[in-house]
């Protein structure tokens, strides 16, 4: 999978970072992209970028705060005037539906795909598809606002290629099978079972992406274990008491999140618009000092997850 971030401010553009949203690319085969939040001039952020509207088949809204919002509508319409007909899902908190619909029909607009959207207004277990386990958790913010935990299935293991040629167990359509574990009959008419020649599966990536929150119980069941975080870090640690005051986090306190709900990796985002980017090493060395494997994402980072 990959992660395109496309907007990094909090709050309101600058001239170095827009309003929050992601892409991650699942790199399947159905060529699936998710949005994580549509702040305004998302859409203009993509067109710099490899993302496809077309593509993004799924839409999770953190929360109603306009940052996090605004652009949505015009996405939308902007899919549906690229022709595109493929379903496309929106979960949000309660309240985005009503914010959809009323906009989409003042505006006199119309899609040409099948829209669906999805209320959410507490703890929930979202959906498992294309190999993925989705959930949410409520979070701590002046509006309702939640975070999203994404669990990828584990993989099978690679084929012990050196084993198969020790072996002579020639390549043929049967080491699909082998890889799956299966029982297969080569040509020769040896019989083997594919188990004793994958390698251990490989663990599926888990990632949580955060929405605004000042420091909260459920954000550590959202992150637990998780392979990467995504989470704000609007204000310096210096900050907190003002931070929190109005359910935002410090650098220090999402890396504090991350060292103890036992992650691999946290990059933090939605940065406030008093910092420019020549503070960005300052704020990322507040959070290394706790928690060293810290990224700062800025607009069009890509990370491979």
């Known amino acids: 999978m990959e ?4 907007g990094t401010n909090a709050g309101v553009p600058s001239k170095e970072r827009n309003v929050t949203s992601m892409v991650i ?5 159905q060529k699936s ?8 001039a998302t859409q203009h952020q993509i067109l710099h970028t490899r993302i496809k509207v077309s593509r993004i088949n799924k839409i999770f809204i953190t929360h109603l705060h306009g940052d996090h919002v605004f652009g949505l509508p015009g996405l939308l319409c902007s899919r549906s005037m690229g022709g595109t007909e493929t379903r496309l899902t929106i979960y949000g908190p309660k309240g985005i539906k009503r914010f959809i619909e009323t906009t989409l029909s003042l505006s006199g607009s119309y899609l040409t795909y099948p829209l669906d959207i999805v209320e959410i207004e507490e703890a929930s277990f979202l959906f498992k598809e294309e ?12 509006v309702f606002c939640l975070g999203y935990r994404l669990e990828e299935e584990n993989r099978a293991g690679k084929l012990d290629a050196e084993k198969l040629k020790t072996e002579n167990i020639p390549a043929g359509p049967w080491l699909q099978s082998l890889k799956l574990g299966e029982k297969v ?4 008419g040896r019989e083997i079972n594919g188990q004793d020649y994958v390698g251990p599966k490989i663990k599926g990536c888990h990632i949580a992406i955060f929405g ?5 119980p459920n954000a ?17 640690h ?13 650098t220090v306190q999402a890396a504090q999140l991350a060292k103890e709900a036992n992650v691999n990796k946290l990059i933090i985002t939605h940065i406030s618009s008093r910092y420019l980017l020549e503070d960005a090493e300052e704020l990322l060395a507040e959070s290394r000092q706790v928690f060293n494997n810290t990224e700062l994402a800025s607009d069009f980072t890509v990370f491979k997850l």
């Open 185 to 188: 009959t080569l040509p020769d």
């Open 131 to 142: 190999g993925i386990k989705v959930s949410c958790q409520p979070l701590s913010h002046p």
């Open 33 to 40: 992209m998710w949005m994580f939040d549509c702040g305004e």
């Open 3 to 6: 992660l395109t971030f496309l």
């Open 25 to 29: 690319d699942l790199q399947n085969k």
């Open 238 to 250: 210096d900050m907190a008491e003002q931070a929190n005051s109005r359910g935002h986090s410090t």
């Open 212 to 216: 605004d929150t000042q420091p909260t």
């Open 220 to 236: 550590l069941i959202l992150a637990k274990d998780a392979d990467v975080i995504v989470h704000e870090a609007t204000f310096k």
